[in-house]
């Protein structure tokens, strides 16, 4: 059982589970706040991610913490983390078999996290946590509790900029997702 954030790095850093660390630069683990009652968990890194070891500093990073801006969301009061912890190729959707490599990953993190809200940003996010009987399109913008923790899904950032329409929704949900926040 890992107890620290610095043994779930020990085991992460050489992993080779799946085929998507033959072209990492980078295991991207987390970013924020490690005691933080809110978690956000999108899908994977993307190029700058994979660069950097940071989730979500690339363009749909930058437009999420555009709304937080807006909203008062404090970035560095999150956590933010992803399904799988190296970067699928092309930005493609992990694949089953690496979802299921790195889920101990994230359930250690979530476990180690203790968040009351955990904010799941796209439809793989959503399946790989909640399970494949949900859809994005069903559960969008709606609170599902499960285990004490309270789950609200919306639209991955990514998917806002290939979908302008989007970006009004993803708000609404956010300001949802505050709503809740603000009731901690």
């Known amino acids: ?15 080779h589970k799946c085929k998507l660390c033959n072209n990492r630069n980078n295991i991207v683990l987390g970013d924020g706040d490690k005691n933080a009652k809110v978690m956000f968990i999108g899908e994977g890194p993307g190029a700058d991610e994979d660069i950097q070891g940071i989730p979500f500093v690339g363009k749909a990073g930058k437009l999420m913490n555009q709304a937080f801006k807006g909203i008062g969301i404090k970035r560095e009061e999150i956590y933010i983390a992803n399904i799988v912890k190296c970067r699928p190729p092309m930005n493609r959707n992990p694949e089953q078999d690496e979802v299921d490599a790195c889920l101990d990953y994230l359930r250690t993190q979530v476990l180690l996290v203790k968040p009351k809200i955990i ?7 959503v399946k790989a946590i909640l399970g494949k009987e949900y859809s994005i399109t069903k559960i969008r913008g709606k609170w599902i509790e499960k285990k004490d923790i309270k789950y609200i899904a919306t639209f991955h950032p990514a998917a806002l900029l290939r979908d302008e329409a989007k970006k009004i929704v993803f708000w609404k949900d956010l300001k949802e997702a505050k709503r809740e926040i603000e009731k901690l």
């Open 119 to 125: 904010v799941l940003l796209g439809s793989v996010a």
């Open 1 to 15: 059982m890992i107890e620290s954030f610095e043994e779930l790095e020990e085991q992460i850093k050489d992993c």
